[in-house]
């Protein structure tokens, strides 16, 4: 009972008293006052008992209803501590696992990669014992074989890089046309030759294009994106990280379907990584290769496409193909016979962001502050830093 009810029940009991001390006597004449006066207070003192008995068999309800509910919350309880308990033995055994075992992840990309450097390096070996001699451009060795300097320099910096493990990953940042904070970044590798000097990708990758190689710097550079992906976290979850992927790699049957059965067991990777095809390559890509990736794109992954040179693409099959970018050099919008007010609502309307590349000056990015694009990159949007600089910041 509550108490506002204590309070009411009280005052009956003594209105009831009261009313008996008055009445009594004029009913029965017999009884004097003072008698009707002790008959009142017997009257109030009974309800006062019965008052106490229902309020003790009250509580004593109450009392037995909250120590069932006790009950019933403490065997909940129980049995949460048992689930925490087995829990608990899981995740120790987890983390011991992982202190005497690397991680899985980690494992696959390392073996990937493994498997792919011991694959080129025989391709990317020179003799210890040729003696080169330099004649215009080109340069002759012991059995007068020409081979073009370009591309040895490469090759030599490339066998240096799978014998020292000398290669950098670098982000090249992507930023907002107006107020040109960093969104996402591209991803793309730089060696070192043995002097020191560092070589871009974009430097070697149409030298080395055939002689497999490529294969294994496309490997590299996708271990040491994910690697970045994976030190950010949850941080920035709308940054993403663009990494190129050779037609060399796609129609390497050893590399693309480990690729492949990597991505579709690193799901969340589609969060952060977008995988980068040249245009050249969308076009001439085999079936088999699209359907794989079509896989890939029913997972969550997005793809991008770069070196465009043709505008007329079909965008209904580009945005059917998981195609949520587009990287068009800022040159080809400004010539004078493309409308590029029209091609840019045309990828709008697909659903396709547009990325313009090559932004070198403040004149040439004022020409598309209004056009409708919303970000870029070039020198003018920011220098590629070193991945380690990145991760640092974290």
């Given at each position: ?136 451009e080109y340069v002759s060795n012991e059995d007068n074989l ?249």
């Amino acid at each position: 009972m509550t108490l506002l009810v204590h309070i009411i029940l009280m005052l009956g009991y003594i209105i009831i008293a009261l009313f008996a001390a008055i009445a009594i006597p004029g009913v029965f004449s017999e009884i004097s006052i003072l008698g009707a006066r002790v008959i009142a207070g017997g009257i109030f003192l009974l309800g006062i008992q019965v008052h106490i008995i229902l309020s003790i068999q009250a509580n004593k309800e109450n009392f037995t209803n909250r120590l069932m509910s006790l009950h019933q919350d403490f065997q909940v309880y129980l049995d949460k501590l048992e689930k925490y308990k087995n829990e608990a033995k899981m995740l120790r055994g987890e983390l011991l696992f992982k202190k005497n075992n690397p991680n899985k992840e980690i494992v696959t990309q390392l073996l990937m990669l493994k498997k792919l450097i011991i694959k080129v390096t025989d391709k990317l070996s020179k003799p210890k014992n040729q003696k080169m001699i330099k004649s215009g451009e080109y340069v002759s060795n012991e059995d007068n074989l020409p081979v073009n300097t370009e591309l040895e320099k490469i090759l030599g910096a490339s066998d240096f890089v799978l014998k020292d493990k000398i290669v950098d990953l670098y982000l090249q940042p992507i930023a907002s046309l107006k107020r040109r904070h960093v969104i996402h970044y591209e991803a793309y590798a730089g060696i070192k030759d043995s002097a020191g000097e560092i070589l871009f990708q974009s430097e070697f990758t149409k030298t080395i294009n055939n002689s497999g190689a490529l294969v294994t710097l496309d490997s590299i550079l996708l271990v040491k994106c994910i690697q970045v992906i994976r030190r950010l976290g949850t941080r920035k979850p709308n940054m993403f990280f663009f990494c190129n992927i050779s037609s060399v790699s796609l129609n390497d049957k050893h590399f693309f379907s480990q690729f492949i059965n990597f991505m579709l067991d690193n799901k969340e990777l589609a969060d952060r990584l977008i995988l980068q095809f040249t245009q050249k390559d969308v076009i001439k890509q085999s079936p088999s290769v699209w359907g794989s990736l079509a896989t890939l794109g029913k997972c969550g992954y997005k793809f991008s496409m770069i070196d465009v040179e043709l505008l007329n693409d079909n965008l209904i099959e580009l945005a059917a193909r998981n195609f949520h970018f587009v990287k068009i050099k800022a040159g080809m919008l400004l010539a004078e016979n493309v409308d590029r007010n029209n091609i840019i609502k045309a990828y709008k309307k697909h659903n396709i962001e547009l990325i313009l590349e090559k932004i070198i000056s403040e004149q040439c990015l004022a020409e598309f502050l209004d056009c409708g694009v919303s970000a870029g990159q070039g020198p003018l949007m920011g220098p590629p830093i070193i991945s380690g600089d990145f991760t640092k910041k974290l």
